[in-house]
């Protein structure tokens, strides 16, 4: 099923997101990750997708393994480093699998990866339009409430976004937020831009006040006082910070939902009793 429909419906909807393994050996533990996430029956799954290869390879085998359970895959794809035919081979294997749901992504160069010189992919919207042209694909694309950490003005990067949805994005997912008035304020100037596309709001729970301090060190997203202050205060309480993590991370969903935000997707980190979690503090919300 097209996620477009899924969004379309206009209901409240939950959907999770995985990584692949980064051994092959752990496929099996990523897959029963994925069992358990969609015994929670959310609205769609989407697998990440590694921008330098290293856990790309897993990605369209386990978003197969997502639809055969049941449940509509979002198979993540990364351009960066990418050759065109590589792109024109995965999205034929994700044709092969019936998956129609990707999103285009330009991915980020991890240190110490090669990407093709001249380099075959500079941003997202070369790639949305190469899949428009590949299929009858439906395409989402990253966004960013906080803006993009690479570019300066948020007006250029809403500029550049406008564009990427134009190249035939059918919806948005947003970067991971901690204070919803940011993401009230996104919807707001870019519906003045002319994007109108559903906007997934992605939901971090954090459950690891080092790994949250790393990654919003490096996407620019900010923390707002009254989150700093949970994740200093549960810092060296796994347990507690976990606790808090899940409950702030309920709370504003409910606050999304409360305003009309109607699509939400959790960013699990694979692990599923941390989604179980959440999906239970709303079930007479979201049921
Ligand atoms: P783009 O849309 O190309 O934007 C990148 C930068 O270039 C921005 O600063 C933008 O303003 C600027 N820009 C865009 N178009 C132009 C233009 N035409 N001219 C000049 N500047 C331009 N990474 C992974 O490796 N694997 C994943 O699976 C993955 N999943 C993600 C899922 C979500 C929901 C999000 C929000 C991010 C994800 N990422 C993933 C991270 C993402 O790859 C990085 O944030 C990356 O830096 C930007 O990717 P993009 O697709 O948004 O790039």
């Not at 909807?13 to 897959?31: G, I």
């Amino acid at each position: 099923m097209k996620i477009s429909e899924i969004l379309g419906s206009g209901k409240v909807t939950v959907s999770c997101e995985v990584f692949p393994p980064k051994k092959a050996v752990d496929l099996e533990q990523v897959q029963e990750v994925v069992r358990q996430i969609a015994s929670y029956n959310p609205a769609f799954l989407s697998v990440t997708y590694g921008a330098g290869g290293g856990t790309s390879q897993n990605t369209v085998k386990i978003a197969a393994d997502v639809q055969r359970l049941g449940i509509p895959a979002l198979a993540h794809l990364t351009c960066v480093c990418a050759t065109k035919e590589k792109i024109a081979a995965v999205l034929q294997e994700l044709k092969e699998n019936h998956i129609e749901n990707v999103l285009a992504l330009r991915g980020d160069i991890p240190p110490g990866v090669e990407f093709p010189t001249p380099r075959q992919y500079q941003h997202a919207c070369e790639l949305v339009r190469e899949i428009k042209a590949a299929g009858d694909f439906c395409i989402g694309a990253a966004c960013y409430p906080d803006g993009h950490v690479e570019c300066e003005h948020k007006d250029d990067d809403i500029g550049y976004l406008k564009e990427k949805v134009d190249a035939g994005c059918d919806f948005l997912t947003t970067q991971m937020f901690f204070d919803n008035n940011v993401l009230y304020n996104f919807l707001y100037r870019i519906m003045a831009k002319g994007i109108h596309v559903p906007v997934v709001a992605g939901i971090m729970p954090v459950t690891n006040s080092k790994q949250i301090k790393r990654i919003c060190a490096l996407s620019g997203t900010t923390l707002p006082p009254r989150f700093r202050a949970i994740v200093d205060k549960f810092s060296d309480k796994p347990e507690a910070m976990k606790q808090a993590g899940i409950a702030y991370a309920t709370e504003q969903i409910i606050d999304l939902i409360s305003n009309g935000v109607n699509a939400i997707h959790i960013y699990t980190m694979n692990k599923p009793e941390v989604a179980g979690k959440i999906m239970e503090n709303l079930s007479e919300i979201i049921g």
